[in-house]
């Protein structure tokens, strides 16, 4: 059987992905093929309780590489426990945030060097998608949705508005950087809107 696609969605707080990502995998699943929808940081028991200990918690808990090399030792276990064996045996994979929210928040965002986290995922996870959505959305009208939605998950909400600017400006170069992997999706309007420019891009 073929190898399945790997898709990921990325973009910065309240773009909307996650609604999408199950809208997609309907759309998907619904057309008789397997779909895989997961997210991260998680997707398995061990890289959820890594999670837990990202997301959570005052801003200063982490140092950026204590937060890169987390976020990489969650996606170690969750590229090979779910996302190869389920590209293995034929099925698309959908996964919400990836390695290019490693590289606009704890890049972009923390300031670490892009060659460095790339050079990391090469050697430890060592896959790239196929294909990557990158949700393009005014970074305060996405932080603001993000907010109001609340919850115990807003570790990273609490950084400075600069923060989310600087991650704001990666995800809207990387589609002009990475054509070749990378589209750009007009996050605004309604979700119905957002569904079709998807499909469309698909
Ligand atoms: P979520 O709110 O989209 O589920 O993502 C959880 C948070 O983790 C979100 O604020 C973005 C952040 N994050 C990183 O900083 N680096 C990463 O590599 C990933 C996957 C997420």
Redesign the pocket.
């Given at each position: 059987m073929a190898r399945g696609r790997f898709i990921t969605l990325e973009g910065g707080?309240g773009s909307g992905?996650s609604t999408q990502g199950r809208l997609l995998a309907d759309a998907i699943g619904g057309r008789g093929h397997e779909v895989v929808l997961t997210?991260?940081?998680g997707g398995t028991a061990g890289a959820e309780a890594i999670r837990g200990l990202?997301?959570t918690g005052d801003t200063a808990r982490w140092a950026p590489w204590s937060?890169a090399l987390l976020?990489t030792a969650a996606r170690v276990d969750h590229v090979a426990r779910v996302i190869r064996p389920a590209l293995a045996r034929g099925a698309m994979v959908i996964c919400?945030?990836?390695v290019d929210?490693?590289r606009a928040?704890?890049g972009a965002g923390h300031g670490l060097d892009d060659a460095a986290l790339t050079r990391l995922h090469d050697d430890a996870v060592g896959l790239w998608p196929d294909l990557t959505l990158v949700f393009r959305l005014d970074a305060e009208a996405g932080l603001a949705r993000a907010r109001q939605r609340g919850g115990a998950?807003a570790r990273?909400e609490g950084f400075a508005g600069d923060f989310h600017a600087r991650i704001a400006a990666f995800f809207a170069g990387l589609p002009g950087r990475e054509p070749a992997r990378c589209r750009a999706i007009d996050a605004s309007g309604s979700v119905a809107d957002v569904h079709a420019r998807i499909m469309a891009a698909l």
């Open positions: 707080e992905k997210r991260e940081p990202l997301v937060e976020m919400d945030r990836y929210s490693t928040y704890q998950e990273f």
